[in-house]
């Protein structure tokens, strides 16, 4: 059955395969219930999906504001966007964030997961609920609690941070969370940290909750340490769980607006801006709207690519 | 098994126990330090050394914030513009499911189905700024509509409907409620829909959590001060001349506690919401 | 589903679709009993300025309510999304002089030309040119830049530097090396630093008569003007007597030895007074030194202008409130006096308020100073891809310092500005007017 190349041959050419089209028309009137459930979503889908990616690929061609005439430039818009030194930042500081945050993310999710995991564990709901809460939070309520949790003078952070210094007898300076260039990623990290944890803790709980059971009594058979039962019969089994929590961190941190929005404007100067940012200041900041979305387009074939790539590399690690 | 389940027990329980308080107090900060500071006045949430006990209790900044913002009505507002959105997401979504689920001979199923999933790899930030254009052609600016209709095209949710269907639904269920004389949409209504609740639920959570939290499409489609949602009026507060810290907090706790209290009630519709995100995975 | 069922169901979603569309609508808060409220939108300074003539405003004409709202967030892009999308935006607007043509070409701003075109020959020419687009008027200038050097009077009085012996460029530089030298290599004249080189650059090209656009609207950046200017940068730079400060090191060098002198716009006193309270009286303004002897002392840089976007109800009422705040010399001197802001409006400067000395000048009266000649910079075409531009002289500007040439740096820059904005670059080293003058 190939229904796409049946309804191509029977409206091009109805009159050589009557009887096919008449069977096809059969099809369509006895399933005619299916295009009327699909039809609200298809119609949403067109309007607000498909158009606007077609749409924006022919803007990304254009010199356009939305508001005066526009004017074709061809690809100059790509080509400007190879010479872009504050492109090229954000994907710097896109990578970065993603160094900084998404191992020690990972890695927390994981143990908070093989934990909660335990069957004989008590009062299971409530440290889950405690870990998982920060992920339904609105990020710019928490962006600006963030803001006075790691303020320099007066911030609570610093000031725990000098008493603890006081304490093992050392002069503390002042720690620049968000006034510093090299800082300002660590603090946007963290956010994700805090974040994100229990919202992949979670799917992490899942993962750990399919593996057969029966593994690990086999493994305790054969002698194996609890450590051992971790590293040679959850992890390799949890690496799908791993690749998936990686891959929608890696997409989540380029495409990641609030917290950088909020929290630090992208500053100071640009040592935070994300792609995401960059995508949103060159479009209505500037409303440079051709070369933002050349500019998205971009971005999205780049992360399209290293998904595959990522992926690929999960599974060859796997088969290896 | 027991045995193992006896010797986990007795390695390391008071540990695990000791992790889980200690980041489960970390975790729980923010929220309490969000909370604490919506009981202090300006000064005190400025206080050095730091005030943890915000005591005794001052409940100006709810009156601060009632009387120098439309906060009832971007409250309503945010209700009113997540409800629709879960609403028609779940109904769009359920639709186009059962439509993949239980037609499947019907002409172009195939095709179809391969275009939605194809849309899941669309990222929102390529569509933006066409959809701003569009809506701005239609009028949609500054609308509740301009906030509900954009997001509710959710092919992930289709794809998962289409399996919890699929999984949940027996053929023989259709053919059954034929020979009762059921239409299409009453086998819809009273056969599937109260099979596939838990997703439904699961789909709608997440879809509230997007939708409640949304600041960005916002920013960009809500213009005036009486449209605002809670995320965008709270961001807003932030003003040049510097924050009103009580207030925004204050707002901060109006806008997080719904969604917070849903989520101790619902947890398991809340926990299912994100693990089928993994499902795709 | 029973008959009665769908129609149910039906009622019900039609009447949740008219709620939802008309709710908004049916919410709509009243305005307050009384007259018409006209909201305006401006940050800082100029925020703090039109609140404080809202008021005056208001005792002459009781009804109308003159709203400022002062919210620096995110108010272009405020501006422009309401703009764009038709609604929302406020009656009145502040828009710095760099992003105006965006604006005036965007085709959503009030035509004022039936009421604003008697004032034209009020305003400095460059200013007003800079409001006009398509032969309509769509916005009025509120403030100007008008440029001289701000200096320090310790530092030139320690090293017999006479100020007013400093006529052209070449007498700068000469008056320079003295210094410099004469302070052991301490003290330099100026900041020259890779951020301060386009707006630099933008003061000696409008002095110059250079031109990013000429007024067909294509790139003209090989012209002769931007060539001098190039010329007098490159020869400060080889001077060896420029500092290269950060903005902030700027701020804090009011207080040093560091640096000598400022060639500034008039609003950057503002900040010497509020970042140097201490040297007050120590400071003396001179001139901006000429490309040639006898040629224009003056330059502009910065300043503001008022719009009124074409979607909002009390369009009449915000033109009344913009007359009274631009076109009237009594409010252009109060918003000088008071805030700082250079009256765009020329009949200001007859006000003997500009003859008064200033006390953290030394007395000395720079009112005066700031504003002889302010009428003979020429006109800019900025267009709308002004703000785009002037981005793409800050990035490369810096290399071009480095040590490249006028005529290749401008040659390149040209077609490089040609190919991102769309735009055909002028024929030749011409006149950047164009033909039509």
Known sequence: ?320 | MAAGVRKMKIGGSWKSYAVLAGAALLFAFPGYWLTSSAVKTQDRIFANPPEVLPWPVAWSNFADVYAETRIVRAFFNTVLIAGCQVALTLLVCSMAGLAFARYRDAPGHKWLFALTLGTMMIPVAVTTIPVFIMLSQFGLINTYWGMILPGAANAFGVFWMRQYISQNVPRALYDAAEIDGAGHLTTYWCVVLPVIRPAMAALGVLVLINSWNNLMWAFIVLRTPDMQTMPLLIYMLQGEQGTPYGQVMAAGLLAAAPLVCAFLLFQRAFIGGVTAGAVKG | ?437
Not at chain 1, 118 to 138: D, E, H, S, Y
Not at chain 1, 187 to 216: C, E, F, H, K, P
Not at chain 3, 384 to 406: F, I, P, V
């Open chain 3, 1 to 437: 589903m029973s008959s009665l069922g769908k129609w149910l169901a039906i009622v019900g979603l039609s009447a949740i679709v008219v709620v939802i569309t008309w709710l908004p609508q049916l919410l709509a808060s009243k305005s307050p009993a009384g007259g018409p409220v006209v909201e305006v939108w401006a940050w800082n300074t100029a925020a703090d300025s039109l609140n404080a003539l809202a008021s005056s405003y208001t005792q002459r004409t009781s009804d109308v309510h003159i709203d400022v709202i002062r919210n620096g967030t995110d108010m272009q892009t405020r501006f422009l999304l309401s703009l764009a999308g038709g609604v929302g935006a406020p009656d009145v607007c502040q828009l710095q002089e760099r992003e105006v043509g965006k604006f005036t070409e965007s085709g959503r701003l009030m035509d004022l030309t039936d009421y604003a075109a008697r004032y034209g020959p009020d305003f400095a020419p460059a200013a007003w040119a800079n409001c006009q687009f398509d032969s309509k008027t769509l916005a009025i200038p509120w403030d100007l830049g008008p440029c001289a050097v701000f200096y320090k009077r310790w530092v030139f009085d320690r090293y017999g530097v006479d100020p007013d012996t400093i006529e052209t460029w070449d007498d700068f530089i000469a008056a320079g090396k003295q210094i410099h030298e004469a302070s052991g290599g301490q003290t330099h004249m100026m900041s020259l630093s890779s951020g301060d080189l386009s707006e630099f650059f933008q003061i000696l090209m409008q002095q110059a008569g250079g031109s990013v656009f000429n007024d067909r609207g294509e790139i003209a950046m090989d012209v002769p003007g931007n060539q001098r200017a190039l010329e007098v940068m490159r020869a400060l730079l080889d001077s060896g007597t420029t500092a290269q400060l950060e903005w902030m090191e700027k701020l804090s060098s009011f207080n040093s030895d560091a640096v000598a002198c400022y060639p500034m716009a008039v609003w950057f006193g503002q900040y010497i007074k509020d970042y140097a309270p201490d040297t007050a009286g120590e400071w003396g303004v001179f001139r901006l030194p000429a490309l040639e002897p006898g040629g224009l002392r003056t330059s502009n840089l910065g300043g503001s202008v008022l719009v009124i976007p074409d979607q909002g109800d009390e369009r009449k009422q915000a033109w009344d409130y913009v007359e009274y705040v631009t076109c009237v010399a009594e409010s252009q001197v109060r918003q000088y006096r008071d805030y700082g802001l250079f009256p765009a409006y020329l009949p200001a400067l007859t006000d003997p308020y500009f003859d008064e000395p200033d006390p953290f000048f030394g007395g000395q009266r720079v009112h005066r100073l700031f504003s002889a000649d302010i009428e003979k910079v020429r006109p800019l075409t900025r267009t709308k891809d002004w703000a785009e531009a002037e981005r793409y002289l800050r990035q490369t500007l810096s290399t071009w310092a480095a040590g490249m040439d006028h005529q290749r740096y401008l040659a390149e820059s040209a077609d490089a500005l040609g190919r991102k904005l769309g735009r055909p670059v002028a024929a030749g080293a011409s006149d950047p007017r164009g033909v039509t003058e």
């Open chain 1, 1 to 320: 059955m190939n229904p796409p190349d049946a309804a191509v041959s029977a409206t091009s050419n109805p009159a050589n395969k009557g009887q096919h089209g008449r069977r096809l028309r059969q099809r369509c009137v006895a399933n005619r219930w299916f295009y009327f459930l699909l039809a609200p979503f298809f119609l949403l889908f067109f309007i607000f999906g498909l158009y606007p990616l077609l749409f924006s690929l022919y803007l990304s061609f254009l010199r356009w504001d939305a508001l005066s005439p526009a004017t074709w430039v061809g690809l100059s818009n790509f080509a400007a966007l190879a010479q872009d030194e504050l492109f090229f930042v954000s994907l710097k500081n896109t990578l970065l964030l993603g160094l900084y945050h998404i191992p020690p993310m990972m890695l927390l999710a994981f143990v908070f997961a093989v934990l909660l995991d335990r069957q004989c564990l008590k009062l299971k709901g409530l440290w889950r609920a405690a870990v998982f809460f920060p992920a339904i939070t609105p990020m710019v309520v928490i962006a600006i609690v963030f803001s006075l949790l790691f303020g320099a003078e007066l911030g609570l952070v610093n000031y725990l941070w000098w008493r603890a210094a006081a304490v093992v007898g050392v002069e503390a300076g002042v720690l620049p969370w968000l006034q510093s260039e090299s800082w300002s990623k660590v603090t946007v990290s963290l956010l994700l940290v805090w974040r994100w944890t229990g919202y992949n803790m979670v799917i992490m709980l899942a993962g750990l909750q399919g593996i057969d059971r029966s593994l690990y009594e086999a493994a305790e058979v054969d002698g194996a340490t609890r450590l051992q039962r971790l590293t040679q019969v959850t992890m390799p089994l949890m690496r799908p769980t791993f690749l998936f929590v990686f891959v929608m961190s890696m997409i989540g941190t380029v495409y990641m607006f609030d917290e950088v929005f909020v929290l630090t404007k992208g500053g100071p100067g640009v040592s935070s801006t994300n792609v995401g940012l960059f995508l949103f200041d060159e479009g209505f900041g500037a409303f440079r709207f051709g070369y933002a979305s050349a500019a998205g387009y971009s971005v999205a074939a780049g992360l399209f690519l290293a998904t595959l790539l990522v992926l690929k590399m999960g599974r060859k690690d796997h088969t290896a």
